[in-house]
């Protein structure tokens, strides 16, 4: 394990990736709720909505709303996912403090979920960084179906590199690699970090798993074994893309705050506080989240003897 990690930074993307999925239309004002609630809780980086297609995303059609009702902190970065010009007059407008655009490391995941091609994506970039640079907004690029997809299966490690110089040309801050389906493994993460690192050093590289086959912390840990200091998750567990078949939660932020404070890394998020988001997106979704600390509790969490019954012979 990588001893000189002591601090990470986590991205909580549940309000976006989150909630982009959910059947049932959830109200501006718990989103606002559940925002605040996350900076109180001490995160430094949340990606709170999407300027996409209402269409495409009804349920995070409210974005320019939202944004405009949460409370701001001179150091919390609030980002937003953006897919084309129209996304980014729209979050230069709203303000936001980063724009994360993203595309598809496969063709047809790309078409789905962006109606385009990888290089028409690219090219609308072009505006989307020039605006950005005008009005003084770092810019940060997504990879989806980065470790496999589920139209195409295995990609090539050769077109993340590609497409990573490419956002590096741009001028991107830097690249997520998002894990949409859940495909990712710790060999998978192991070479494509490592391949990224060779050929474009100095970028900086943020990790997206989901925890639809049950490695993602597992991967995390190799994420952290490789130098990786930024990650991306969601509350409870939630979220998934509509445009990927059987897409499934991300990680959840709760299990992996837990985690890295139990190998003494710090977040600077209070768990506790982070445990009562997730309970109240619990209520305000109406079903159990998949997330386990958030049931569990911490590990020396203690029960009263009295409630349990002893195990008698007779
Ligand atoms: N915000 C709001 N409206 C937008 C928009 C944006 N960023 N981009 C396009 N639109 C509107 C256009 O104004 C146009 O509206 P009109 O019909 O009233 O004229 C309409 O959407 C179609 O625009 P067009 O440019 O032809 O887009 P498209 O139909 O080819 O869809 C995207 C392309 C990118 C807008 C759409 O696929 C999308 O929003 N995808 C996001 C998917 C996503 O978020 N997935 C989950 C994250 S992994
Ligand atoms: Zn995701």
Redesign the pocket.
């Known amino acids: 394990m990588n001893k000189n990690i002591k601090n990470v930074i986590i991205t909580e993307v549940g309000t976006r990736d989150g909630f982009?999925s959910e059947k049932k239309t959830i109200d501006t004002q718990d989103k606002i709720l559940l925002i605040d609630d996350l900076v109180d809780a001490g995160f430094k980086r949340i990606e709170f909505s999407?300027?996409?297609?209402?269409?495409?995303?009804p349920q995070l059609a409210d974005a320019d709303q939202v944004i405009k009702q949460v409370k701001r902190k001179s150091d919390v970065t609030m980002t937003a996912?953006?897919?084309?010009l129209?996304?980014a007059i729209?979050a230069v407008e709203s303000k936001i403090d980063e724009i994360v655009v993203?595309l598809s490391a496969s063709e047809s995941h790309n078409k789905k979920?962006?109606?385009?091609t990888i290089n028409e994506s690219l090219i609308g970039f072009e505006e989307v960084i020039k605006l950005a640079q005008d009005s003084n907004i770092p810019v940060h690029g997504d990879i989806?179906t980065a470790f496999g997809c589920p139209f195409e299966g295995e990609i090539s490690v050769k077109k993340i590199v590609e497409i990573t110089k490419e956002y590096k040309k741009l001028g991107f801050k830097g690249v997520t690699l998002g894990d949409?389906t859940g495909m990712a493994t710790p060999p998978v993460v192991t070479k494509t970090i490592r391949e990224i690192k060779e050929n474009i050093p100095d970028f900086e590289i943020t990790l997206h798993f989901h925890n639809t086959r049950g490695v993602g912390l597992a991967n995390v840990l190799v994420g952290l074994n490789e130098g990786i200091t930024h990650y991306e998750s969601c509350f409870g567990g939630i979220g998934g893309?509509?445009?990927a078949p059987d897409a499934t939660g991300n990680i959840c932020t709760e299990d992996l705050v837990y985690l890295l404070h139990e190998m003494n890394i710090q977040t600077g998020v209070d768990l506790n506080k982070l445990i009562q988001v997730a309970q109240k997106a619990e209520t305000i979704l109406g079903y159990t989240l998949p997330g386990q600390v958030m049931h569990a509790g911490p590990r020396l969490k203690k029960y009263s003897v009295d409630n349990v019954p002893t195990a008698t012979g007779g």
């Open positions: 982009q999407s300027f996409v297609s209402p269409k495409a995303i996912l953006v897919p084309n129209r996304g729209r993203f979920n962006l109606n385009r989806s949409t893309c509509p445009f």
